[in-house]
């Protein structure tokens, strides 16, 4: 008995088929992630200006704006919840200016400015760490303090990317344009939500901060 083959044809191949979800999906990562990406390459360029900055140009003096911006270590005896709430205030100050500054249109320019100048900060320390205590600099950067800025400049750039929306909105709005898909109201929500959810961030970031210091912060001995 003879069986009976049917061969469907099959449909060609397409290599512009195969080439084009690769290239969507770089589209729309770009679309979604492009303005974060773009913060992270800022606060980046900051940290490598302060180091740097601190390395080639001497030392810079952190007793004064670089002390208050950044939790130096110290000699004199601190309670874990005065450390915390000198770690929490620092990113804490960073994150009210970065509201305050996607409240008003003229914002646009001074929130990258201002992630910048966090990095900056980062950097110096970093830098004077290094140069002035070598390798117990460097260690101590690393064990103590990288954790916790890496928390915080989560917050940040998390945060900037809405704060950029909501006050290119307001500079649409007063231009007399459309604000796009979303209203002011919403981007004032979105920005108040998003902002709430940055600041749980910065917290963990200072209990994190925290625990770091009293378990090996304590080992090393700094003077500023």
Known sequence: MKSIVIALPQPPRNTEREVRPIQERLASFFRQYGMMLFFVIVLLS?????????????????????????TLPEKSPKTPVMFFADSFSVSFVFTAALCFLALTPAGLPGIPALIFFRGYEFGVFSGVLCTAY?????????????????????????????????????????????????????????????GAYALMIVVFSSLTDTLLYFLIGRLFAFSF
């Not at 900051?46 to 950044?70: E, I, T």
């Not at 459309?178 to 979105?190: I, N, Y």
């Open 46 to 70: 900051g940290f490598v200006c302060g180091a740097v900055r601190s390395v080639s140009g001497g030392s810079p003096d952190v007793s004064g704006l670089h002390g208050f911006l950044l």
């Open 134 to 194: 070598g390798f117990s600099g460097l260690a101590y950067f690393v064990s103590v303090v990288l954790a916790g800025a890496f928390l915080s400049s989560i917050a940040l750039v998390y945060l900037s990317q809405y704060s950029v929306g909501c006050s290119f909105s307001m500079l649409l709005a007063i231009a007399g344009h459309t604000t796009g898909a979303f209203t002011l109201r919403e981007r004032f929500k979105e920005l108040l939500i998003n």
